[in-house]
């Protein structure tokens, strides 16, 4: 059967049009079908600490957030947010102010997109980008305009980028550390960033997830540089910081009149979301400077273990500086097409991957490159390069 038109339209709002079901939700449906290992999604295969899934247990027995809780998030964690921000980099934020409480990370990125685009807006981003920011740029009736990071290093070319800006041009999007490369920018980098956004009179939404999850140098967030926080939009969350990915607490955080747009946009998105959970991530938050040099040391090896590993099946290894990923090239296999190839990879050694190529405006930059995650635990990291190398 034809799919189904009314008035002449398809169903589906035509700013949508080619977006789909995403690509991890087809993975990890492959990986289920398959029973292969999967290296595809980016959540862990372990819970993250003890106290904090005690402190969320604490808070529903208690009583705390199981009903709505307040629009902006919780105050405890407001203050946690805050106070974090002071004690990683300086920032000084007011908690009744400038932090908005989100469901997750994805959820600040789609509320500020509405809140701050309007349409025949541009969006300037990294390519290849979150497949989420193409959706909620759309949404917005905006106009994503990719920058291409390009391997081996996937460095941003601030020239390029200096020449995509246009009268049209509203905000930047950035992603530091970023994912799917794990390219981190420099404070060389940000600081030319940060002068054209002033020079042009740019917004910026900068989506810092893997904030901790930075192997090789150290994050800086651009809002840190002057003239740069009071049109910045910074996003994070807790599903990556402490491996909880199912609760999808996350945080924008800014000037008070940013935030304020944001929040007007996100009241009518999820409204609330997450209530004892929040509880808990404010306890977490909180955790010793151990516990994320702990989980940035762990990361790191499991990075290594996994990058030797794809190295000996015969993938070309793109070492990423942060987050959860390891982008590879195909070419060596004499593969040209990484979409087709993660789909034969289950049924041809067992493991599931995401093609980087979907994430591109232009498929054919990264149509070799494929990603693997590696917040796994160390026997299944090698299991998955024990069956890799059954490709060569």
């Known amino acids: 059967m034809g799919s189904l038109e009314t008035s002449g339209r398809p169903l589906l709002n035509r700013r949508l049009a080619g977006l ?53 998030g919780i105050p405890e964690l407001r203050a946690a947010v805050a106070d974090h921000q002071r004690h990683r980099y300086g920032l000084e934020l007011d908690p009744d102010t400038d932090v908005l409480v989100t469901a997750g990370a994805t959820e600040a990125i789609a509320a500020s997109m509405l809140a701050l685009l309007e349409p025949g ?20 009736g905006a106009t994503r305009v990719p920058l291409t990071l390009r391997a081996p290093t996937f460095r941003p070319d601030l020239d ?65 540089l002057p003239g740069m926080r009071e049109r910045t939009v910074s996003i994070s969350s807790a599903g990556k910081i402490f491996s909880f990915t199912g609760w999808k607490v996350g945080w924008a955080m800014g000037d008070a009149p940013l935030v304020a747009a944001v929040r007007t946009a996100k009241q009518f998105l999820t ?9 808990a991530v404010a306890e ?20 290594d273990l996994l990058a030797d590993g ?22 060596p296999f004499g593969e040209k097409d990484a979409y087709a190839f993660c789909r034969a990879l289950p049924a041809r050694c067992g493991v599931v991957a995401v093609p980087n190529s979907v994430f591109y405006d232009d498929p054919e930059a990264g149509r070799t490159q494929v990603r693997f995650a590696f917040c796994k635990r160390d026997d299944v990291l090698a299991e998955a390069a024990d069956r890799l190398r059954g490709l060569g």
């Open 20 to 72: 789909g079901t995403t690509i991890f939700a087809e993975m990890s449906a492959l990986a289920t079908a398959t029973g292969a290992i999967n290296l595809g999604q980016g959540f862990p295969d372990t819970d993250g600490p003890q106290a904090v899934r005690e402190a969320a247990v604490r808070a529903i027995r208690e009583g705390h957030g199981n009903q709505y809780p307040p629009g902006p």
């Open 121 to 140: 807006d541009e969006v300037i981003a990294f390519e290849p980008f979150y497949d989420s920011y193409a959706a909620c740029i759309a949404m917005a």
């Open 160 to 224: 390029e980028l200096r020449g995509k800006i246009t009268d049209r041009t509203r905000l930047l999007l950035l992603n530091t550390p970023h994912n799917p490369t794990g390219m981190v920018l420099t404070p060389e980098e940000l600081a030319a960033i940060a002068e054209l956004a002033r020079e042009r009179d740019l917004l910026v939404v900068t989506d810092e997830v893997y904030e901790h999850l930075v192997y090789e140098g150290a994050h800086h967030p651009i809002a840190a």
């Open 271 to 279: 409204y609330v979301s997450s209530g004892p959970f929040q509880y």
């Open 284 to 303: 977490a938050l909180r955790l010793p400077d151990a516990y994320f040099d702990g989980l940035r040391a762990d990361l790191r090896r499991k990075r």
């Open 310 to 331: 794809l190295r000996a099946a015969g993938f070309e290894v793109y070492q990423p500086d942060g987050t959860y990923f390891i982008t590879t090239d195909i070419a």
